[in-house]
């Protein structure tokens, strides 16, 4: 690994890094390159509702609905961790109450804590990683060459995602690598004003959210000639057996699109939980 980009993708202020990011790194290269798929220890690890009121360690933060997708709600809360002394806001989805969507890192106020403040206004740390697997997507085209490790390497690169969420993913490229070029599609502008409003998302001339059907985008973007480096595929729907990638993106005219749009040397990172790995097989062949 170059020290820039170590420097750019895993330092909190730009100047140290700490062991724990370097760990999370290597646990995502290892598990790229000896098992093919991710098993996030952290992801949906949440304890009860009933648990954190108790300890009144969480307080809900804003609640919204879906204007498109049928009782399909968010809510997304500010939760303690006592053990590591983090807070982090995360997205809970209606039905998915045990489980967060997003979880990312909140940054606190000097001489300030969880139960003496308001959370509300603490900013999001886009420089940490909540999420092996977010981790493990984000290692994935760096190490097989289709982003670079070098700053002037990225220039001229473009990634796509389909899927924003709470935007773990594309802002931390955006904050450590800020000169790749990133497109985020969405289809549900709930989640897109969430984002915007309690995650710190925004949209600049190297990074826009575009709120649509990322399948019609995929297609047209296959049909106009479109582009890119990178294609991250993190949309999800209401199946509770296998909620990500939605069926819609399961489809083999989505692959075939998504193939058709990738560059010479684009990479379409190969990351999934356990579950997933036999019904993709026959798709990475």
Known sequence: MGR?????LWKADFETFTATRIF???????TWLFHWYVIDENYGKLASEADLNKLKNSVTVDS???PIISETCFTVKDVFDEESN???RVILVKGFDDEYDTSVKLISPRNLSFHDSDTRTWKIDHSAMNSQY????IAAPFMV?????EKAG???RNLLSIGLGGGSLDM???TSVPEINITTVELDPAVVDIARRWFDVVDDPLRRTIVGDGFKFLEKAAKDGGFFDVVVIDACDGNKAIPCPAVAFRDEAMIANAKKVLKTMGEWPRIYLEHFKLLFQAAWS
């Open 24 to 30: 999370r790194l290597i646990d995502g290269i290892n």
């Open 134 to 137: 977010i981790a493990a997507i």
């Open 4 to 8: 820039e980009f170590l420097n750019r």
């Open 64 to 66: 919204i609905c879906s």
């Open 154 to 156: 990225n220039a001229k």
């Open 172 to 174: 931390f490229i955006h």
């Open 145 to 149: 060459g289709a982003l670079s490790m």
């Open 86 to 88: 983090v807070v982090s």
